[in-house]
């Protein structure tokens, strides 16, 4: 299986500041990674999928980057509900895996 | 707009068999581009995807091998619903379980999802 590992665990982070979160796979999946963020309570909700395309109704201060083993999700300035956990997922190859999460809190 | 409503127990003895339900609006289980998967959810084992059904020409299934030997995902085409079971479990398969649609023909990715049924595996 194709291990995921986010990075770092937990975020702090200010209004109104960028956040950076890591994923990285333990094999090459080129651009099939997509990144979701689940609130307290709620479903993970897709917001990137191919590495870099935003999901339907995703605003513009989300963004994804890399290819092969390397990626990254950018908030570009973080609001008050962008405030969740963010999950990384492979669908290069069977079964498809979840990193562990990175938690994005308020600093 | 495509919805995904779950239902079914929320204590499962240990031993016996988990059985949910995932109701589909919106779309339809004999989509050519989607397939029907669960994933569950635990402090212990993070996401987990369990297994999938679809629908081309003829009906598929893939299932994770650690629950190889204890699932079934069944579509029921009358009603537009797929269900999960899973056999024989152990408090190890307490968890959030979600049903969720792949898109195949457009992001790959789970787009939609179930709203999650908390399953508790005690005597």
């Known amino acids: 299986d194709i291990v995921m590992t986010q990075s770092p665990a937990t975020l702090s982070v200010s209004p109104g500041e960028r956040a950076t979160l890591s994923c990285r796979a333990s094999h090459s999946v080129s651009i099939n990674l997509a990144w979701y963020q689940q609130k307290p309570g709620q479903a993970p909700r897709l917001l990137i999928y191919g590495a870099s395309t935003r999901a339907t109704g995703i605003p513009a201060s989300f963004s994804g980057s890399g290819s092969g083993t390397d990626f990254t999700l950018t908030i570009s300035s973080l609001q008050s509900e962008d405030f969740a956990v963010y999950y990384c997922q492979q669908y290069s190859s069977w079964p498809r895996t979840f990193g562990r999460g990175t938690k994005v809190e308020i600093k | 707009q495509v919805q995904l409503q779950q239902s079914g127990p929320g204590l499962v003895k240990p031993s016996q068999t988990l059985s949910l339900t995932c109701a589909i609006s919106?779309?339809?289980?004999?989509?050519?581009?989607?397939?029907w998967n669960w994933i569950r959810q635990s402090p212990s084992r993070g996401l987990e995807w369990l297994g999938r059904?679809?629908?081309?020409?003829?009906?598929?299934?893939d299932y994770a091998v650690s629950a190889r030997s204890r699932i079934t995902i069944n579509p029921d085409t009358s009603k537009n619903h797929f269900s999960l079971q899973l056999n024989s479990v152990t408090p190890e398969d307490t968890a959030v379980y979600y049903c969720?649609?792949?898109?195949?023909?457009?992001?790959?990715?789970?787009?939609?999802w179930g709203q999650g049924t908390l399953v508790t595996v005690s005597s």
């Open positions: 969720a649609r792949e898109d195949g023909g457009y992001s790959n990715s789970f787009d939609y």
């Open positions: 059904t679809y629908y081309r020409s003829k009906w598929y299934n």
């Open positions: 919106g779309d339809s289980l004999f989509s050519n581009s989607a397939a």
